[in-house]
Structure formats: structure tokens, C-alpha cells
């Protein structure tokens, strides 16, 4: 399933095939003016973007809520893997200085296959309290319409 292995009491995993090539997944997910059309799921936006592309670098969005809420997220890529693996965090800043408060660590995975990519994004989460948190929140149907957003936006505008 990943390359990592999923563990079921800390970990929540989100896998499908789309009909969008691998390349442009890539594009969707590491270049800011893509990701901002997608990345939340409706009807909360992505107001701003910020990506350095490296071990180490910024992974940063800020989520606007529908009552004009703004959430700054701030992380850091931790592995990049060019069209094939992108791995990234809250626990850690830019430069890797870590955080109190980090949530999850995001694992998002494409592989070419007929016709599309298999896509698979997982969540690791450092304690139970956390996966259960981030299930509740929505994981699966928030990771699925963002995803779902992903594809439309790519099939329409990439």
C-alpha cells in the first residue's frame, strides 16, 4: 500500500486511482498557484500558499473557513521524491525546528498505472488521541473531496 508501513491505530490512509497522470498530480501538489484551487475542501478555500520544494523547506497553507476564519498552517517538507513521493509536516518548521503542537505527518504517493495515477495520501499521527482527532474532523470525506477537487481542477485547467 505505502512505503511505509501503516499502522491501523495511529495512521489513516486515503487510496485511489484517478484519471489524471502522474505529472500533473505532481504539478497540483508542489506548485502553490496549483495547489491553491484544490487543497481545502469546499466551501473553505486556500487563501495563500507557500512551497519550498527540498528537504527542510516550507510547506505552508493558509485555510479560510466559510465565516472568513483564517488558519495559517505551517510545516516542512521532509522527503521529495520528483512524481512519485511527497512527504511533509506540521511537527516541524522550516530547517527542521521543531514544534509543540504539530498534528500529523503527510505522506502523499503517486504511481503511474493505465489510464491514470494510483494516489495514495496517509496521515501519521505520533499518539491514538490524534488519528481519532483527525478522523473525526473528516479525514476521509475532507482528504476524498479534496482530492476529488484535485482531479476536476486538472482535468479543467492544467
Known amino acids: 500500500m505505502t512505503a511505509y508501513p501503516v499502522d491501523p491505530k495511529l495512521d489513516l490512509v486515503l487510496e485511489r486511482i ?3 497522470p502522474v505529472e500533473l498530480v505532481w504539478k497540483a501538489w508542489t506548485e502553490p498557484q496549483h495547489l491553491v484551487h484544490w487543497f481545502t475542501p469546499a466551501p473553505w478555500k486556500t487563501v495563500e ?11 505552508r497553507t493558509v485555510m479560510r473557513s466559510p465565516e472568513g476564519q483564517d488558519m495559517n498552517n505551517v510545516g516542512c ?10 512527504v511533509f509536516t506540521d511537527a516541524l518548521l522550516p530547517g527542521f525546528r521543531p514544534r509543540d503542537d504539530g498534528f500529523f505527518t503527510g505522506i502523499v504517493m503517486m504511481e503511474p498505472v493505465t489510464g491514470g495515477t494510483k494516489y495514495t495520501a496517509c496521515a501519521i ?3 491514538e488521541a490524534g488519528k481519532k482527532t ?7 470525506s475532507g482528504w476524498g473531496t479534496a482530492l476529488d477537487q484535485l482531479v476536476a481542477y486538472a482535468k479543467a485547467k492544467m
Open 77 to 86: 517538507c521532509l522527503e521529495v521524491v520528483h512524481h512519485r513521493k511527497l
Open 134 to 140: 483527525h478522523e473525526e474532523m473528516g479525514f476521509h
Open 49 to 59: 500558499c507557500e512551497i519550498d520544494l527540498r528537504p527542510g523547506g516550507i510547506f
Open 18 to 20: 484517478i484519471d489524471v
Open 125 to 127: 499521527h505520533k499518539d
